[in-house]
């Protein structure tokens, strides 16, 4: 009969007792599991979808819809600009590299993303099979969307109208897939990338007016073949005009004639130095707007901040609830096994080894509760992930260790034992002789 | 005196505040005897039993247990002793509840030092009737083999002295002369003296000339 033996003996003879300590802490651990995951994932995502990203330019509205729109994929775009108009802006030396994204369509909700291959780069997206695509109306796919979609290369689909899924599809305009991207980890995964002019080009046969939109969708939707406009000539056709424009890596298959949109250009910097100008630069120039990533993000985390605040009050307070109750019933313990300790001092238990199974009880509730959180936690966050993911395209899992909770087994292991401190040293001090007499 | 005797009292008091409650100017028992300690409620023979266990530090006086210097020792040093040469039943048996029988014998022989013996536990049990207990919690036994398990951890470690506050006063004549029997049975079994403390005039006459203290007659 060892301490610990001991220990589980006691603990199995008042299992309420002993289940209610444990879930009660286990509860507040896993609300700061949940908080832990949930903050570090966030985190981590935002920072690495707008990595790279100096500055977004965009049409007028909000900057964090902006921001949102274009650099995570999760709200929908406050409009578009013209090309015209960010060309002026695009020219100025400041800028490193200008990245064009044209939004407005969707794949079974994956966006359809037209872009320049720079945007590749950018996020180091690499290959997985296939080539990156070449003629309009051909398409590369994020990691997930592939998998999601179960699209393969040389495989057609059509986009729909809208970011949601569920709009009419350009039934006359069908990708083919060309290429399929390795997992970057980033929002890229759940896009479908293709040139600008792709999405130029599925949107040649929308009509503007919404009246005659919901007339065309029922014949559109049923058949492919009605297609009332003729083709335009492709937009690429173009490009020779704006090669007289000396910036360097800029992708030039947005550039294209007045009166084309796109929705943002993601702006890298030349120097740091731009960030004091540039922003400002682009916002007098009447139709834009600038947004930047970094302060965006820091407001949108200040923001997660206090709900994250709120909830490591509700976490304190349970944890310290689980505290109070596991020294109350430790103080009741003392009572109950009074003349047990008493008895044990008789047999030849030291004060000493008393106290020490005190602390080991009462140390093996915090960590079953510790350890019972952190599986309560991972599953909690495992869960709300999924629903996240089906209702806000945003991704989070359960199966992900952050040495942080290292440190809350380590703090439970500390609070069970501050806990047990003072019962401990009253057991320690108690004498025997009149317990044992009592009659 | 052929043998040395294993317990000398020398001049031993004790005082709670100002109240004397034992005075022992000399008192001797012999190793292997058996011996009352007879005396109406109140008059000091729980806190004798307590000081020969090493759990009370009297007010003054000497005692020597099987050459151990009682008096003398550190809590410490008392502790350690009693752990291996002390077996003690009380009145309330002070079974552990949340062990079964066995393991609060397993239990007894961790914290007397002694290496964790089943078969002598089984054996032990099995010398005391009480053989098919073991895998009993203490609140599914009898008075009667509770008592009998009681005794049996007190014996386990085969103790140099066995002390028995008040065994009997709750069992009606017949347990009364069962649970003596099965305390002096169990003594010389693991060569133990035998100490019984009671106030229960029923069992003066088992023993030989007993301590009489508080003016009981
Ligand atoms: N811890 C204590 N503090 C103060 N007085 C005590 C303490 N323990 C015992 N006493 C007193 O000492 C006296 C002797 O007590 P003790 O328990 O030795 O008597 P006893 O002979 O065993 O009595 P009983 O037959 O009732 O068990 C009693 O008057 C008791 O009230
Ligand atoms: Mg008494």
């Known amino acids: ?439 | 005196m052929t043998t040395a005797p294993l317990i000398s009292a020398e001049a031993l008091t004790h005082r709670y505040a100002d109240r004397v409650v034992l005075e022992l100017p000399r008192w001797q028992v012999d190793t292997g005897g058996h011996t009352l300690v007879l005396g109406p409620s109140g008059s000091g023979k729980s806190t004798l039993l307590s000081i020969l266990a090493g759990l009370l530090s009297p007010t003054s006086g000497k005692v020597l247990v099987d050459g151990f210097d009682i008096t003398g020792a550190s809590q410490r040093e008392r502790d350690a002793w009693r752990a291996r040469k002390v077996g003690f039943v009380m009145q309330r048996l002070h079974l552990i509840s949340a062990l079964t029988v066995e393991q609060n014998l397993a239990l007894a022989q961790t914290l007397a030092g002694v290496e964790r013996d089943t078969a002598r536990i089984r054996d032990t049990l099995a010398k005391l009737g009480v053989a098919g207990k073991a895998g009993q919690r203490p609140h599914e036994l009898s008075v009667g083999e509770a008592q009998r398990v009681a005794i049996a951890r007190a014996v386990l470690h085969r103790p140099a002295l066995l002390l028995a506050d008040e065994p009997t006063s709750a069992l009606d004549d017949a347990s009364c002369d069962a649970a003596l029997a099965l305390l002096e049975a169990a003594a010389a079994e693991s060569g133990a003296t035998l100490i019984v403390a009671t106030h229960d005039q029923r069992i003066k006459s088992r023993f030989g000339e007993p301590l009489l203290l508080g003016g009981a007659a």
């Open chain 1, 1 to 439: 009969m060892n301490i610990l033996q001991l220990v589980f003996a006691y603990l199995k003879h008042r299992p309420w007792l002993t289940l209610l300590n444990v879930l009660l802490l286990a509860l507040g651990i896993a609300t700061l599991t949940v908080m832990l995951l949930f903050a570090h994932q966030a985190e981590d995502r935002l920072r690495r979808d707008s990595k790279g990203v100096d500055l977004v330019i965009g049409a007028k509205g909000s900057p964090l819809q902006l921001i949102l729109s274009t650099v995570y994929h999760i709200d929908v775009p406050n409009g578009n600009i013209k090309l015209a108009d960010a060309e002026t802006v695009l020219a100025d030396p400041m800028v490193k590299r200008a990245i064009p994204l044209a939004l407005g369509d969707s794949f079974q909700s994956f966006r359809i993303v037209g872009t320049g291959t720079a945007f590749l780069e950018l996020q180091n997206a690499k290959l997985a099979e296939g080539v990156v695509w070449k003629q309009p109306l051909e398409a590369v796919l994020g990691a997930e969307a592939a998998k999601k979609t179960g699209l393969k290369i040389g495989a057609r689909f059509i986009g729909s109208h809208g970011l949601g899924g569920g709009g009419e599809g350009h039934v006359h305009a069908p990708y083919t897939v060309t290429g399929i991207l390795a997992p970057t980890g980033s929002v890229m995964d759940r896009l479908i990338l293709t040139s600008v002019e792709s999405v130029w080009k599925a949107h040649e046969y929308e009509t503007p007016k919404p009246a005659l939109a919901d007339l065309l969708k029922g014949v559109l939707a049923r058949d492919p073949n009605v297609a009332p406009k003729q083709e335009s000539p492709p937009a690429q056709a173009k490009k020779d005009d704006h090669d007289h424009h000396d910036h360097d890596g800029h992708d030039h298959s947005a550039h294209s004639e007045p009166g084309k949109e796109v929705t943002a250009f993601l702006v890298q910097y030349a120097s740091p130095l731009a960030v004091a100008v540039f922003p400002r630069m682009v916002q007098n120039t009447g139709a834009l707007q600038a947004a930047q990533p970094a302060y965006e993000t820091a407001r949108l985390l200040s923001m997660m901040g206090f709900a994250l605040d709120a909830l490591r009050i509700f976490a304190g307070v349970l944890i310290l609830a689980s505290a109070l109750g596991l020294f109350i019933a430790l103080i009741n313990a003392l009572n109950e096994r009074e003349t047990d300790l008493a008895l044990m001092r008789l047999l030849g238990a030291s004060p000493a080894r008393l106290a020490a199974q005190a602390l080991a009880e009462s140390m093996t509730l915090t960590l079953a509760g510790a350890i019972l959180g952190l599986v309560l936690g991972h599953a909690a966050t495992h869960l709300l992930g999924q629903w996240l993911e089906a209702t806000r395209q945003v991704q989070m899992t359960g199966m992900l260790w952050l040495p942080e909770e290292w440190a809350l087994i380590g703090g439970a292991l500390v609070l069970g034992f501050l806990a047990a401190l003072w019962p401990a040293w009253r057991i320690s001090r108690q004498d025997v002789a009149p317990v044992l007499a009592r009659r």
